[in-house]
């Protein structure tokens, strides 16, 4: 080859190994996105566009534009259902996350057996709900129940949990918090992570254990605190389960949850396009009280690298 002449140039080779590496990561990824395709964006486009037609799950589908808003707008049971989903889910989510935190704040002390306490707390969030439920709902029993034993015992009269209109709520938040496990873990991970040496300075400059733990571990772990907000508020706006099996929403639609109305809905009256927009009122709900809740957060959300949530 003579001096002028051009020398082919060839791709190096660890170019094409990452190429190779880009392949093996889109293909161990693929599974996860068909998947969250196939059954979470495809059933919410096709849930939005059911709102808006009239179909009952069987036969034609007849488009019937924004009809089933208006009339969800002008239904008694929404607001009921509305309301009784808030009211579980403002009172419910601080009451989970008090207890959530003084149960992990005791079991991150040195303990003696303190294993085997936080598998003890642990176990009924790997529970099935559904286990959890019946096992409330005979605690709750009005004739043979637990609590109801133990009122008789001191001689007080027993409380109609689960079927009084005035107590139904404030009982099933009472059992919601038998599942706090899971916050319990998280907030227990972020306490040990708080430094030792910033407690040790507290102290050494006359702070009480409480005022430690108010000015100092609390700022620290405030991530993990809106965190477990953010997921209780979510969880809570979604309850079925535990409406569904201990009260089937009653006693008159008093623990008439939100998605216990979109079942019925749904699949008791066949009214899907009605589901359905039910369905997309509530993931606007969840989506502004989530976005409030970031706005918010960083008037009190403190992140060590100084930056704010979202």
Do not use: H
């Amino acid at each position: 080859m003579g001096v002028g002449g051009s020398v082919p140039s060839k791709k190096p080779r660890w170019s094409r190994k990452v190429k190779a590496d880009n392949i093996a990561g889109y293909l161990f990824l693929a599974p996860w996105v068909i998947g969250f395709l196939a059954f979470t964006v495809g059933p919410m486009l096709a849930s939005g566009y059911l709102s808006l037609t009239k179909y009952s799950g069987f036969g034609a589908v007849k488009w019937i534009a924004f009809e089933n808003y208006d009339k969800i707008f002008q239904d008694d049971l929404f607001y009921t259902a509305l309301y009784n989903t808030s009211y579980y889910a403002f009172l419910g989510v601080p009451a989970q996350l008090l207890v959530a935190l003084c149960l992990a704040v005791l079991l991150n002390m040195k303990l003696r057996y303190v294993n085997v306490f936080r598998t003890v707390y642990y176990i009924p969030t790997v529970t099935p709900a559904v286990a959890n439920v019946f096992l409330w709902v005979w605690i709750f029993n009005f004739d043979f129940g637990l609590i109801n034993s133990l009122l008789r015992l001191v001689g007080i009269s027993p409380v109609n949990w689960l079927w009084d209109p005035q107590i139904v709520k404030p009982a099933l938040i009472l059992m919601s918090l038998w599942s706090v496990g899971q916050q319990m873990v998280i907030f227990l991970a972020a306490l040990q992570g708080v430094s030792e040496e910033l407690l040790e300075a507290a102290s050494i400059d006359g702070a009480t254990n409480f005022r430690r733990f108010l000015r100092i571990t609390i700022p620290l772990i405030s991530p993990v605190i809106f965190l477990n907000l953010i997921i209780g508020i979510i969880n809570l706006f979604q309850t079925f389960t535990v409406a569904f099996i201990a009260t089937k929403g009653g006693p008159i639609n008093s623990s008439l949850f939100y998605v216990l109305y979109i079942y019925r809905k749904g699949f008791e009256s066949f009214s899907m396009g009605y589901a359905s927009g039910l369905a997309w009122i509530l993931f606007m709900i969840i989506l502004v009280i989530t976005a409030i809740q970031f706005y918010f957060a960083q008037n009190w959300v403190y992140y060590e690298s100084g930056g704010a949530p979202g």
